[in-house]
């Protein structure tokens, strides 16, 4: 996907004057480094100090390390999977070969390099996330296990053959803030999980090669921060990652004012990119816990050096990790609304570790659990070794924390009924998005999702892709790809492209109650359809355990679909306005019965390509047909569309 002009008009319309500036002087920077690049100063007596205590990585629940191993031991053999392609070549990687398409990115000046483009680069994604290195600190935290040191040694060689394919400034790979802050981290947990391997100095802090990468990749990070409408996550990123590495790695003449901004930059915006509730402003769940993680690794960071950080950041993650707490179903899944693309802040652990349930447990660790938490039972690496860094924080009642599950988030417009028999249902009357661009939002103004047993039934279908297929970034992020009302057969948020809204729904919440014993309520209307308002009431009952839906469209006689997207395990049989739904549980037959509005004609749609319709995307780059429900008609303003969902004893 290459954009053309219009996109970065668009894109520019939605900068302040001080974005615009600092942008200018970005350029004139990089147009500088192109041709006199800075040069790193002379380093003596590196040592690395930032170890594990003693008894952490004893620490290590037995089935945690046996899922570290079994991972470790396939990324050995070269075998890994990234965004549903596997990969049989990590043995000796291609740094810049993208293995779906095969193609390779071009060389020359980083800034020089069409990432968006896919025809000259491939899917960049792709190419980028195996140069996290997070992989790497699987193998070393395998080392830090067993003491074998086949896991040190490929970590070595691919560190060796990395830095010499990737000097600093060139190629694909130095091009993105968020994939060098990310990098920086994995660097500083490798070298930590490699410091009984008696080749770690040699690797690191002993290798002129080392240490031009790292003050490169902060040289880097200290010029070209993340700026105004696109200071999100990857903000957070390059600050988390240039802060551990200033405080883990502080060898050279600038450490120390790299260390003080970044410290400050990533104060300034954990606040600035998350809600006093603790959910994440960009309204995207994957990046809430993208940024949860980065913020307890750089916290890690901080106390394994002593270096003080202030109180908010550590009340900023501990409000984030009660949010969490409090939104995840019976099964520790959280939300699934704005874009996801998989990414993580620190990796320790083997495949089926789950990633929600290591959070809160390291949650627990760090700031204490409050008895309305969900219970967890499974194990991780990640929290035993976080843990041993990180000071405790918030316990005894030095913090207010909130005494009952909250089931509201005035804030973030997120409420979460929830009813017998673990049905959950999330409803959507928040903000559009993040900043003036959202670049994470989907048009999913009023949506609902719903879940029985953790299940998806009505679900949100997710992310799928990028780059490269626009016509499905495009569904993925559509009215009609979610649970909601269309009207005209268009968006309620304009879109500017991938990663560009230029007009927003504006959304509120009417009521939000749950205080009714047996009987949970919420309302809220958008006006992305100016000048109709769409208005949406829904009602859980827990007696009849029935989810009632109302939709009324306010204004002119206009052309209406309303879409229900159900999960990939659910079979729908459509008889009408009627829909009996089926799935299974844990061996176990599972039904409820969707009765439809009579004034709409309704069809069902599953795995559709022209135009794109019926899917669900369980992780970035992976999709498959699920079934969807549509119905056509017109909203005239004088009835309501009412739809309710009846689940079966």
Known sequence: MTMGAGWYLRRLSRMGPQEVGGRVGDAVRRRR?????????????????????AGAVAAVPPDAAKRLVAEADRLLDGHAEWFGVERDDLVDPDWWRDPKTGRR???????????????????VKQIWEPSRHQ?????????????????????????????????????????????LGIRLLSWVWVRRLLDGWPGAAGLFEDNPVALDQIWHHQRWLAAFPSRGSSANNHVIAEAAGQFAAACAFGWFPSSTRWRSAALRSLERHLRANTFPSGLNRELATEYHGLVLELGLAAVAEADAASVPVPATVRLVLLRMTDALAAVVDNRLRPPRQGDADDGHGLVLDGAGTDRWGSLLATGDAVFGRLAWWPAVTGTDVRTPLLAALVRPYGRNGTVTRPAERPAHFADAGMTVLRGPEEIWCRCDGGPHGFLSIAAHAHADALSVEVRHDGVDVLADPGTFCYHGQPEWRRYFRSTLGHNTLQLDGGDQSVSGGPFLWTRHAGSRVLAADASEEGVARWAAEHDGYRPSVHRRRVELTAATRELRIVDEVHGPRRPVRLAFHLGPAVTADLTGNRAVLTWSRGGEDRSAVLDLPGQLSWSAHRGETDPP?????????????????????????????????????
Request: aromatic fraction near 14%; glycine fraction near 14%; proline fraction near 8%.
């Open 135 to 179: 992989y790497l600190t699987v193998l070393a935290a395998a080392y830090a296990v067993t003491g074998d040191e086949r896991y040190a040694e490929r970590v070595a060689g691919h560190l060796r053959s990395w830095w010499a394919a990737n000097p600093p400034l060139r190629g694909v790979h130095w091009v993105s803030g968020i994939e």
């Open 613 to 649: 319709l019926g899917w669900y995307s369980a992780g970035f780059g992976r999709r498959e047909p699920a079934t969807v429900l549509v119905g056509d008609g017109f909203a005239d303003g004088t009835q309501g569309f009412t739809t309710v969902l009846g689940f079966r004893g």
């Open 33 to 53: 480094w192109r041709s006199a690049p800075p040069h790193r100063p002379p380093v003596t007596g590196a040592r690395f100090t930032a170890v594990l205590p």
């Open 105 to 123: 990115a071009p060389s020359g000046y980083a800034f020089d390099v069409p990432y968006r483009d896919e025809d000259a680069v491939g899917d």
